[in-house]
């Protein structure tokens, strides 16, 4: 019964912002790191951002300034904003769910994405 649901994806032009959302549910919430990925065709899964136990968040360079991760404990749901839009962000992108750091592959719970497509 453990889900992560991913929504807020879409098709927005670049320089847009986005807010994708990520529902957590079967597990509990608080204990867990919540973190940010994604997937672009023909690329590597990319870990972009982590929420922790505590709130502090963590980002990888590339995102760093444009992307802001956040938790709502009490609504079960990890946020990512994004924020000047580029069309190499285009990917689906995943929530991951792990006791302790986020980990780039072996995470407990991971959902099952939505697409983001900027277009130029």
């Known amino acids: 019964q453990v889900q992560l649901v991913e929504s807020g994806g879409g098709v927005v032009q670049a320089g847009g912002s986005l807010r994708l959302s990520c529902a957590a549910s079967?597990?509990?919430?608080?204990?867990?790191?919540m973190g940010w990925f994604r997937q672009a065709p023909g690329k590597d899964r990319e870990w972009l951002a982590e929420?922790?136990?505590?709130?502090?968040?963590y980002y990888t360079p590339s995102v760093a300034g444009r992307f802001t991760v956040s938790r709502d404990n009490s609504k079960n749901t990890v946020y990512l904003q994004m924020n000047s839009l580029k069309p190499e962000d285009t990917a689906v992108y995943y929530c991951?769910?792990?006791?302790?750091?986020?980990?780039?592959?072996?995470?407990?719970?991971w959902g099952q994405g939505t697409r983001v497509t900027v277009s130029s």
């Open positions: 929420a922790r136990q505590n709130d502090f968040q």
């Open positions: 991951a769910a792990n006791r302790g750091a986020i980990k780039i592959l072996d995470n407990e719970h």
């Open positions: 079967g597990f509990t919430f608080s204990m867990y790191s």
